[in-house]
């Protein structure tokens, strides 16, 4: 990708989600909601702080996420539709389930 996010920004890619209904029904664009799910793609170096160290970020790239309907701002990036936003707009990161270990 062509592009470096600055500061605490980071870049998403929504996820997108089944267009059908659990019934089969398929659901046209037009009325399906934006997912609120993303996968990030980059993350700049972090903030500056009032001493002028930068503070790290707690996404990295990879991190599956959950964000606010309005965050972000949509950009198309070689092709590909994106979402540039700060990280104070995620809401969490989505860590995958423990794997459960079998008593042998």
């Known amino acids: 990708m062509g592009f470096r996010p600055l500061h605490d920004r980071v870049v998403v890619k929504r996820i997108q989600e089944d267009a059908k ?10 009325a399906q ?5 993303g996968e990030v793609i980059a993350v700049g170096p972090g903030a500056l ?3 002028g160290t930068r503070t790290a970020l707690d ?3 990879g991190d599956r996420v959950l964000f ?3 965050s972000g701002t949509e950009v198309k990036v070689d092709g590909q539709d994106l979402l540039i936003m700060k990280e104070s707009d995620i ?5 995958a389930p423990a794997k ?4 042998a």
């Open 21 to 30: 209904t659990a019934g089969g029904i398929i659901i046209p664009d037009t």
């Open 33 to 37: 909601e934006k997912p609120q799910e």
């Open 49 to 51: 702080n009032d001493k």
């Open 59 to 61: 996404v990295k790239a």
């Open 68 to 70: 606010g309907k309005w």
């Open 91 to 95: 809401m969490g990161v989505i860590e």
């Open 100 to 103: 459960s270990k079998k008593a």
